[in-house]
């Protein structure tokens, strides 16, 4: 609904963004940003000191999110257009402080997916957050590659990937144009390899 858009782009959005760890002043990547119900509550909470980094293969979808951004007098963000078989990300390693992998994971096969995390590890500085949002997981309306994945193989898969776990937590969120309510994954980038097993 528009509403829940509007009120989640306004003010429930941000709240959420910084529940999950982000802070004034970072650097942030929206992978398959779409048209930004995540970058741009992101690029408010980043603030004039941050920025963000919005990454999709829909020219069409970018040009959506800058038009409300404009709006929105938000002069932080910076879209990246990629093809569909792209799986590489144009920036520096170890640039990036947080990376949101919002309802993108089923439209991978396992190997873009290990693609796609060497190429996150890669951006990320070290101890840095990566936040999954893995819908249409087997029990939350599966649908093509995570169809047939529990929460708990998107955790080892990631895990085996180099990243610490560092908990979940259940949370209402926009989908689409929708709340809906969700499991949201959290992982640390750390060479020591120490994973955790903790609730946020």
Not at 1 to 18: C, I, S
Not at 65 to 93: F, P
Not at 175 to 182: E, I
């Amino acid at each position: 609904m528009e509403t829940d858009v509007k009120e989640w782009l306004d003010k429930n959005g941000m709240a959420f963004l910084r529940n999950i760890g982000i802070k004034e002043g970072q650097i942030v990547l929206d992978f398959g940003c779409s048209v930004g119900h995540y970058a741009i509550p992101a690029a408010k909470v980043v603030g004039k000191k941050g920025k963000v980094y919005a990454v999709d293969n829909d020219i069409k979808s970018l040009n959506e999110l800058m038009e409300i951004a404009k709006r929105e007098d938000l002069k932080n963000i910076v879209t990246m257009h990629t093809q569909s078989v792209e799986l590489k990300i144009n920036l520096k390693n170890e640039s990036v402080d947080v990376i949101l992998l919002y309802d993108i994971l089923h439209y991978m096969d396992v190997m873009e997916r290990n693609k796609i995390y060497n190429e996150f590890y890669r951006v990320l500085k070290n101890d840095a957050l990566l936040s999954v949002y893995p819908k249409h997981n087997k029990l939350d309306e599966p649908l093509w590659n995570l169809s047939d994945m529990q929460l708990e193989d998107v955790i080892k898969e990631i895990e085996s990937a180099k990243f610490n776990f560092e908990g979940q937590f259940y949370k209402k969120l926009i989908h689409d144009d929708n709340y809906n309510m969700g499991y949201i994954l959290n992982f640390t980038k750390s060479k020591k390899g120490d994973g955790c097993d903790r609730s946020i």
